[in-house]
T-cell receptor
């Protein structure tokens, strides 16, 4: 059974500092990994999707790396802003036709960027 | 549609009443998930669909919860005899297939259910 862990559970940084969010998973037989952002009381917004054959994806100030063999992904947010304050979740998708597997989420990292 | 649509966005119901929550996925998406999120908590998996079939119903909290999907499109989550502990945000997500396809999963904005 796939298990996904996110550390730390909460993070507080001053504006301008870089953010490093970690996601680890126990079963490396994944199809892809997706990072989401969730604002309080809202749904999830997709940030980055990394296919299992890729090592990283970048979008603006965001960069996500994937090391499938060690079961880890890291989300980097450069030059953080107060608007980056949110909860960040990672999720892994199973390979096609993988019996018993489903999209699995980590518990999230709650980020506060202080002005 | 352009995104995943959930309705209603908010629902207040009296304890003991039945409620139906609707999810309209992105056109062509065969995979559909339902999650529940209580205040300040993480995502709780409820059920997923591949087409119209639900291979894994293990996340449904009790037999008061049921879900169906017809025509490989719209899904409804029904909660019978609602209880106060059912109060939560119910989220729906869809994708081209269970592995996420080329664009991963897209979530709806959720239905906030309050049982009074």
């Amino acid at each position: 059974k796939q298990e996904v862990t996110q550390i730390p559970a909460a993070l507080s940084v001053p504006e301008g500092e870089n953010l490093v969010l970690n996601c680890s998973f126990t079963d490396s037989a994944i199809y892809n990994l997706q990072w989401f952002r969730q604002d309080p009381g809202k749904g999830l917004t997709s940030l980055l999707l990394i296919q299992s054959s890729q090592r990283e994806q970048t979008s603006g100030r965001l960069n996500a790396s994937l090391d499938k063999s060690s079961g880890r992904s890291t989300l980097y947010i450069a030059a953080s802003q107060p608007g980056d304050s949110a909860t960040y979740l990672c999720a892994v998708s199973p390979r096609p036709k993988a019996a018993g597997n489903k999209l699995t989420f980590g518990g999230g990292t709650r980020v506060l960027v202080k002005p | 549609g352009a995104g995943v649509s959930q309705s209603p966005s908010n629902k207040v119901t009296e304890k003991g009443k039945d409620v139906e929550l609707r999810c309209d996925p992105i056109s062509g998406h065969t995979a559909l998930y339902w999650y529940r999120q209580s205040l300040g908590q993480g995502l709780e998996f409820l059920i997923y669909f591949q087409g119209n079939s639900a291979p894994d119903k293990s996340g449904l909290p009790s037999d008061r919860f049921s879900a169906e999907r017809t025509g490989g499109s719209v899904s409804t989550l029904t909660i019978q005899r609602t209880q106060q502990e059912d109060s939560a945000v119910y989220l729906c997500a869809s994708s081209w297939n269970l592995s996420g396809g080329p664009s991963g999963y897209t979530f709806g904005s959720g239905t906030r259910l309050t049982v009074v």
